[in-house]
């Protein structure tokens, strides 16, 4: 029983389906709170309810519908308790509703009659009103325009003095509106309007005025070629003037002109008298100066608008860099512009004139160029100049076109130093131009000495009379006591060439003299360049001349030798031509620093070559007569008298070599050992030819037979001066090996071979083999019996027996 009450009194343990039934009560729960909450989202909770058990959503809408019915008695209750306080509440209302009505019935009538009294008063009150405003408005406005109508004169004013162009006094009116007359009446719309086109009309002025400096810009590059033209021609005035007045002051220290060496200084001072006479006459005119050929006034009138506006800087950084481009405009050449004085001229003109005006702007305005801008713009242009000058001379050819280029340069760099320009960069360049000009020189002459020496007979100088003696001796120092003794008719030894050469020489130092003039160089340094390019001209030119000369095909032998003549005068010749350039310059050929003229070498080298020339011509031709030999070589016996071709040589020889006494020296002696050596060497390669197989004896005493020819003409002396039978020598190879032939000594040649007593000292054994062997042959083939005599077999076994002797000698040097 107890225990029955114990059981009884504990609760019973839940059973499975009520706890599963709790869960979906808990479960269901929280799923109304989230859709009854407005803030969640709705998606997840919805997809939670299809996505339990499968009878979830059924179970859900039962669910759902219970508590729909729950809702709906719970707002029953409400409506139910406060019912009873509504009714009551409408019911107030409607007994207020009659009371209101009452009320605004008698409001609408009190304002109505309140009305109808008042609107007399109302209308008597507004005239009042109106009369007083509007005489506050007249004295309004009466003191209002008293301060408006300054404010429109002076806007009329500046109307006015932008229409007459008076900018500047149209900014200072404009100044005073918008500082004194505009701020007393900004209010108004008028002013503000005004203040509005203030700004505006600067910046029409600024337009105009810029305007105005871009056609000053325009009309200053235009100008630029006569501005520069006639800076240079004043320039060009003043220093003619100096220099007359300097000539005037030297008259009393010379008496005579430094050109007075070939009559020259006469024409050259006439010149220049009747040159400064024309210049004298132009300088009477009228001196034109930059300012009157340009109106500087858009500058200046800029310049004010733009330093008032409070602008200037913009203003000076535009003018530089406008006149820059302008300086890169004008410093850039025309492409032809070397080919003609005008190009250069017109170059030098316009770069004239752009830094003239620059000069002017310099001194004229107060900062608007600066003079490190305009040294600058100078050293910037300088460099152009000197590149473009440089690149264009190099064209030029023609040294009168140079000549021409450098005076203008020397005016040039004249007229930019007397504006304040440093133009020193100039005057080296002229040095670089020197050197063109003597290049172009060096060039014409070399045309001149060429036409010379093709128009030249090469033969002496013929003189008929004493008159033409003394013309040919004004040109050419010549002094010969022997032929100044002869009578006429007589020759002198050198030829038509030698005068004009020497004339064309001093041509050129005339011409170099006409460079350096004007350069502000000392008498040393004038005298340094015109012995350079006398130097030039003679090592470089006249040589270059004599030597293609000398190698040309139809220069014979008798051209060749008046060349050697006419170089030997020229070089006596060249001492002279040292005291023409002292003359010139008055300095002193001791000087430590003077140059020395190098003709000297030049002419050597060139008869040097005339001589080599001479040898070898003389060889050829001595070979063209060598190939008219025509030997029988198996001759029995010799014709008893010399080849006919061989007596030709010597006569050609002996006539040669009678021409050859006028050379200087040793020169003829040479040759004629040159000739015979040349003649013995072709002989001996003549007997000893590969070609050659047979040679009989009566062929070896006809070759001696023309030996001995040669040994008569080598001792008859055709050229004076040889000692003893020095001449004969060429030919001793030739001679001993023909006595070894013709005597048939060759017991003695191998008895005393190699001893310095031997009588055949100078024949070589194996030309002796050589020789011996082509004989050999001959016996074998013409005597074809000489076996069957004695005196042949025995002189065939000598032949052998020398042979073989021979044959060891020869291999005895050669190891």
Same mark, same amino acid.
């Given at each position: 029983?107890?225990?029955?009450?114990?059981?009884?009194?504990?609760?019973e343990?839940?059973?499975?389906?009520?706890e599963?039934?709790?869960?979906?009560e808990k479960?269901?729960?929280?799923?109304?709170?989230?859709?009854?909450?407005?803030?969640?989202?709705l998606?997840?909770?919805?997809?939670?309810?299809?996505?339990?058990?499968?009878?979830a959503?059924?179970?859900f809408?039962?669910?759902? @519908?219970?508590r729909?019915?729950?809702?709906?008695?719970?707002?029953?209750?409400?409506?139910?308790?406060?019912?009873?306080?509504?009714?009551?509440?409408?019911t107030?209302?409607?007994?207020?509703?009659?009371?209101?009505?009452?009320?605004? +019935?008698?409001?609408?009538?009190?304002?109505?009659?309140?009305q109808?009294?008042?609107?007399?008063?109302?209308?008597?009150?507004?005239?009042?009103?109106?009369?007083?405003?509007?005489?506050?408005?007249?004295?309004?406005?009466?003191?209002?325009l008293?301060?408006?109508?300054?404010?429109?004169?002076?806007?009329?004013?500046?109307?006015e003095?932008?229409?007459?162009?008076?900018?500047?006094?149209?900014?200072?009116?404009?100044?005073?509106?918008?500082?004194?007359?505009?701020p007393?009446?900004?209010?108004?719309r008028?002013?503000?309007?005004?203040?509005?086109n203030?700004?505006?009309?600067?910046?029409?002025?600024?337009?105009?005025?810029?305007?105005?400096?871009?056609d000053?810009?325009?009309?200053?590059?235009?100008?630029?070629?006569?501005?520069?033209?006639?800076?240079?021609?004043q320039a060009?005035?003043?220093?003619?003037?100096?220099?007359?007045?300097?000539?005037?002051? #030297?008259i009393?220290?010379?008496?005579?002109p430094?050109?007075?060496?070939?009559?020259?200084a006469?024409?050259?001072?006439?010149l220049?008298?009747? @040159?400064?006479?024309g210049?004298?006459?132009?300088?009477?005119?009228?001196?034109?100066t930059a300012?009157d050929?340009?109106?500087?006034?858009?500058?200046?009138?800029?310049?004010?608008?733009?330093t008032?506006?409070?602008?200037?800087?913009?203003?000076?950084?535009?003018?530089?860099?406008?006149?820059?481009?302008?300086?890169?405009?004008?410093?850039?050449?025309?492409?032809?512009?070397?080919?003609?004085?005008?190009?250069?001229?017109?170059?030098?003109?316009?770069?004239?004139?752009?830094?003239?005006?620059?000069d002017?702007?310099?001194?004229?305005?107060?900062?608007?160029?600066?003079?490190?801008?305009?040294?600058?713009?100078?050293?910037?242009?300088?460099?152009? &100049?000197?590149?473009?000058?440089?690149?264009?001379?190099?064209?030029?050819?023609?040294? @009168?076109?140079?000549?021409?280029?450098?005076?203008?340069?020397?005016?040039?760099?004249?007229?930019?130093?007397?504006? +304040?320009?440093?133009?020193?960069?100039?005057?080296?360049?002229?040095?670089?131009?020197?050197?063109?000009?003597?290049?172009?020189?060096?060039?014409?002459?070399?045309?001149?000495?060429?036409?010379i020496?093709?128009?030249?007979?090469?033969?002496?100088?013929?003189?008929?009379?004493?008159?033409?003696?003394?013309?040919?001796?004004?040109?050419?120092?010549?002094?010969?006591a022997e &032929?100044?003794?002869?009578?006429f008719?007589?020759?002198?030894?050198?030829s038509q060439?030698?005068?004009?050469?020497?004339?064309?020489?001093?041509?050129?130092?005339?011409?170099?003299?006409k460079? #350096?003039?004007?350069?502000?160089?000392?008498?040393?340094?004038?005298?340094?360049?015109?012995?350079?390019?006398?130097?030039?001209?003679?090592?470089?030119?006249l040589?270059?001349?004599?030597?293609?000369?000398?190698?040309?095909?139809? &220069?014979?032998l008798?051209?060749?030798?008046?060349?050697?003549?006419n170089?030997?005068h020229?070089?006596?010749?060249?001492?002279?031509?040292?005291?023409?350039?002292?003359?010139i310059?008055?300095?002193s050929?001791e000087?430590?620093?003077?140059?020395r003229?190098?003709?000297?070498?030049?002419?050597?080298?060139?008869?040097?070559?005339?001589?080599?020339?001479?040898?070898?011509?003389?060889?050829?031709?001595? @070979?063209?007569?060598?190939?008219?030999?025509?030997?029988?070589?198996?001759?029995?016996?010799?014709?008893?008298?010399?080849?006919?071709?061989?007596?030709?040589?010597?006569?050609?020889?002996?006539?040669?070599?009678?021409?050859?006494?006028?050379?200087?020296?040793?020169?003829?002696?040479?040759?004629?050992? #040159?000739a015979?050596?040349h003649?013995?060497?072709?002989?001996?390669?003549?007997?000893?030819?590969?070609?050659?197989?047979?040679?009989?004896?009566?062929? &070896?005493?006809q070759?001696?037979l023309?030996?001995?020819?040669?040994?008569?003409?080598? #001792?008859?002396?055709?050229?004076?001066?040889?000692q003893?039978?020095?001449l004969?020598?060429?030919?001793?190879?030739?001679?001993?090996?023909?006595?070894?032939?013709?005597?048939?000594?060759?017991?003695?040649?191998?008895?005393?071979?190699g001893?310095?007593?031997?009588?055949?000292?100078?024949?070589?054994?194996?030309t002796?083999?050589?020789?011996?062997e082509?004989?050999?042959?001959?016996?074998?083939?013409?005597?074809?019996?000489?076996?069957f005599?004695?005196?042949?077999?025995?002189?065939?076994?000598?032949?052998?027996?020398v042979?073989?002797?021979?044959?060891?000698?020869?291999?005895?040097?050669?190891?």
């Amino acid at each position: 029983m107890a225990s029955d009450r114990v059981h009884a009194a504990l609760p019973e343990p839940p059973s499975q389906s009520e706890e599963k039934n709790k869960e979906e009560e808990k479960a269901f729960g929280n799923i109304f709170a989230e859709l009854e909450s407005v803030e969640l989202p709705l998606g997840a909770t919805l997809r939670s309810i299809y996505d339990d058990q499968p009878n979830a959503h059924k179970r859900f809408m039962e669910k759902l @519908d219970a508590r729909i019915r729950n809702h709906d008695r719970e707002i029953e209750k409400m409506c139910n308790f406060h019912h009873q306080g509504f009714v009551d509440a409408i019911t107030e209302l409607l007994k207020v509703r009659a009371d209101a009505e009452k009320l605004m +019935g008698q409001v609408t009538d009190t304002n109505r009659r309140l009305q109808e009294a008042g609107r007399e008063v109302t209308a008597q009150t507004e005239e009042v009103i109106r009369c007083r405003i509007q005489q506050r408005n007249m004295a309004t406005t009466v003191e209002k325009l008293h301060l408006c109508i300054p404010v429109l004169e002076k806007y009329s004013k500046l109307k006015e003095q932008l229409e007459s162009k008076r900018y500047y006094a149209a900014l200072k009116t404009m100044e005073q509106l918008e500082k004194v007359f505009i701020p007393r009446v900004s209010q108004y719309r008028f002013c503000q309007i005004m203040a509005e086109n203030l700004p505006r009309l600067r910046e029409e002025i600024k337009e105009i005025s810029m305007s105005d400096l871009k056609d000053f810009l325009e009309s200053i590059r235009k100008h630029s070629n006569k501005i520069g033209e006639t800076a240079m021609r004043q320039a060009q005035q003043h220093r003619t003037f100096n220099s007359a007045v300097a000539k005037q002051a #030297s008259i009393g220290h010379y008496s005579n002109p430094v050109y007075s060496l070939n009559g020259r200084a006469h024409t050259h001072n006439g010149l220049m008298m009747n @040159d400064e006479a024309g210049e004298e006459e132009e300088a009477d005119e009228e001196v034109l100066t930059a300012q009157d050929l340009v109106d500087f006034s858009p500058v200046y009138r800029c310049l004010h608008i733009y330093t008032v506006l409070g602008d200037r800087e913009t203003f000076e950084n535009y003018y530089r860099k406008q006149r820059k481009k302008q300086a890169r405009l004008v410093l850039q050449p025309q492409a032809n512009m070397h080919e003609t004085v005008e190009g250069y001229r017109r170059y030098f003109n316009q770069i004239v004139g752009f830094f003239v005006v620059e000069d002017h702007i310099l001194h004229a305005t107060r900062g608007l160029v600066t003079r490190v801008f305009t040294d600058e713009l100078w050293n910037m242009a300088l460099s152009k &100049i000197i590149a473009v000058l440089r690149t264009h001379s190099s064209y030029c050819d023609d040294p @009168d076109l140079v000549l021409e280029l450098k005076n203008l340069i020397v005016i040039f760099a004249d007229t930019l130093q007397g504006y +304040g320009f440093p133009v020193n960069r100039l005057f080296d360049l002229l040095f670089e131009v020197r050197d063109q000009y003597n290049e172009t020189l060096l060039k014409k002459w070399a045309l001149v000495f060429r036409e010379i020496f093709e128009l030249d007979n090469y033969s002496p100088i013929p003189v008929e009379t004493e008159e033409e003696y003394k013309l040919v001796v004004s040109r050419f120092p010549f002094h010969d006591a022997e &032929i100044e003794k002869q009578d006429f008719p007589k020759k002198l030894p050198m030829s038509q060439s030698v005068p004009q050469i020497y004339t064309q020489v001093k041509e050129l130092i005339y011409a170099s003299l006409k460079f #350096s003039e004007s350069l502000h160089r000392s008498s040393t340094e004038i005298d340094d360049m015109l012995r350079k390019s006398t130097n030039l001209l003679l090592t470089r030119t006249l040589s270059s001349c004599l030597q293609s000369l000398i190698k040309k095909p139809h &220069i014979g032998l008798t051209e060749l030798v008046q060349i050697i003549i006419n170089t030997t005068h020229l070089e006596q010749a060249c001492k002279y031509l040292e005291e023409f350039i002292t003359n010139i310059t008055n300095v002193s050929p001791e000087t430590v620093h003077t140059t020395r003229l190098y003709g000297l070498s030049t002419f050597k080298d060139a008869r040097h070559a005339a001589e080599g020339e001479i040898y070898t011509k003389l060889n050829q031709k001595i @070979d063209e007569f060598i190939q008219l030999a025509d030997y029988e070589w198996g001759m029995s016996e010799s014709d008893g008298r010399a080849s006919g071709y061989l007596m030709d040589l010597i006569n050609f020889l002996r006539s040669t070599f009678q021409v050859f006494t006028h050379l200087p020296g040793k020169v003829a002696q040479t040759a004629c050992m #040159s000739a015979c050596k040349h003649l013995s060497t072709s002989l001996m390669q003549m007997l000893l030819d590969t070609d050659l197989k047979q040679i009989s004896m009566g062929a &070896i005493q006809q070759f001696n037979l023309d030996v001995i020819q040669c040994e008569l003409f080598a #001792s008859s002396e055709p050229v004076p001066g040889f000692q003893g039978d020095t001449l004969q020598l060429a030919f001793i190879d030739l001679r001993q090996l023909l006595d070894l032939f013709m005597v048939w000594d060759w017991s003695t040649y191998l008895a005393d071979y190699g001893q310095p007593t031997s009588k055949y000292l100078r024949v070589n054994p194996a030309t002796a083999l050589a020789l011996l062997e082509k004989m050999k042959d001959t016996s074998k083939k013409n005597n074809i019996f000489s076996q069957f005599r004695k005196n042949d077999r025995d002189k065939q076994k000598l032949i052998e027996t020398v042979v073989k002797q021979l044959r060891s000698l020869v291999n005895g040097m050669s190891s």
